[in-house]
């Protein structure tokens, strides 16, 4: 299965500001996902980062607060905007292809906004 | 909507107790349902794909289980390594997104 490398592992950021958070995969995958996980809760997805287009955003997530990149078939930036404490939560960058369902996770970011 | 149910929320288990945990669904269409471990601090690590009632796979001491409603993950004779959250997801026939469950976290004492 693909091995993917996100980055940063945490960070400690100021309110206001923004954090790029990287994922990158050691093969071409089809599909690339960003999640949030906040404190004691289950995987949300935000959106599907799309190869060469725009990302496709779940409900109550915007591209303005989470602009996605995707450059390749193998890498995709995730932006968290404007940051506010309620932001704090662990990122994850999750891939899948068409031969292996069973999707791939990042090691995540854990976010902290002060 | 998709939806899944885990339960039970935590489960404190002794070393060499066996139990299950169950993840109960609605799809429309199960594509696939995906079991997870996931270690404090770390992303999900994948356990099992189930494509289809009947089905069951197994991975040391875990066994998953499918029927049209539900999955059951059984624990087998636990080790303290086996201290984790357990995750279920599923994968309808809409698109290629999961959905997800709250999770179990289990606890295994020595």
């Known amino acids: 299965s693909a091995v993917i490398s996100q980055k940063p592992s945490r960070d400690i950021c100021q309110r206001g500001t923004s954090l790029t958070i990287q994922c990158q995969v050691d093969?071409?995958?089809?599909?690339m996902f960003w999640y949030r996980q906040q404190p004691g809760q289950s995987l949300t997805l935000i959106a599907t980062?799309?190869?060469?287009?725009?990302?496709?955003?779940e409900s109550g997530f915007v591209i303005d607060k989470f602009p996605i990149s995707r450059p390749n078939l193998t890498f995709s930036t995730l932006t968290v905007s404007n940051m506010s404490p309620e932001d704090s939560s662990i990122y994850l960058c999750?891939?899948?292809?068409?031969?292996?369902?069973?999707?791939?996770f990042g090691s995540g970011t854990r976010l902290t906004v002060v | 909507e998709d939806q899944v149910t885990q339960s039970p929320e935590a489960l404190r288990l002794q070393e060499g107790e066996s139990s299950s945990l169950n993840c109960s669904y609605t799809?429309?269409?199960?594509?696939?349902l995906f079991w997870y471990r996931q270690d404090p601090g770390k992303g999900p690590e994948f356990l099992f794909t189930?494509?289809?009632a009947g089905e069951e796979k197994e991975k040391e001491r875990l066994k998953a289980t499918l029927t049209k409603k539900e999955s059951f993950l059984h624990i087998t004779a636990p080790k303290p390594e086996d201290s984790a959250t357990y995750l279920c997801?599923?994968?309808?026939?809409?698109?290629?997104?999961?959905?997800f469950g709250a999770g179990t976290t289990v606890t295994v004492r020595a």
């Open positions: 999750s891939v899948g292809t068409e031969a292996n369902y069973g999707y791939t």
């Open positions: 093969s071409q995958v089809t599909m």
């Open positions: 997801a599923v994968w309808g026939r809409n698109d290629y997104k999961l959905s």
């Open positions: 799809v429309s269409g199960l594509r696939g």
């Open positions: 980062a799309n190869q060469g287009s725009e990302a496709t955003y």
């Open positions: 189930l494509y289809s």
